[in-house]
């Protein structure tokens, strides 16, 4: 059986694992003379997921072999960041995510955004 203490350290290894790959795809930017600056009218807190969402569709694309747009949309993302779905169901209802790409990222979607949520 799970407990609380149990989900709380996965999540906040899944966070201090999301940060590391955050600081090495930001020094990749800067190696490279770019840095995505994402949408405008994030709030910092806002901005932050949506980076780790960045980071996360760049990995998963890359593990498919397909574009990072194929995942979700820069806009997509965005929308995600700025309202925190907790449920499959609130993510399932945004534009551009059907019940496939629930199926398909749902699960990893919702813990990014559960341990950028405080």
Do not use: C
């Not at 998963?60 to 995942?71: H, K, L, P, T, W």
């Not at 169901?89 to 919702?110: C, H, I, N, P, R």
Request: charge should be neutral; charged fraction near 30%; aromatic fraction near 6%.
């Amino acid at each position: 059986m799970t407990t609380a203490a149990d989900f709380r350290h996965a999540v906040l290894a899944e966070l201090n694992d999301i940060k590391a790959r955050l600081d090495a795809l930001e020094q990749r930017g800067r190696r490279a003379g770019k840095q995505h600056d994402g949408p405008d009218g994030l709030s910092d807190n806002d901005r932050l997921l949506y980076e780790a969402l960045v980071a996360w569709r760049l990995e998963e694309s890359r593990r498919q072999d397909i574009g990072a747009f194929r995942v979700f949309s820069n806009r997509l993302l965005a929308e995600i960041a700025r309202t925190r779905p907790a449920e499959r169901f609130q993510l399932s209802e945004m534009k551009g995510v059907g019940s496939s790409k629930t199926l398909a990222y749902g699960d990893d979607v919702l813990a990014i955004v559960a341990a950028h949520t405080w």
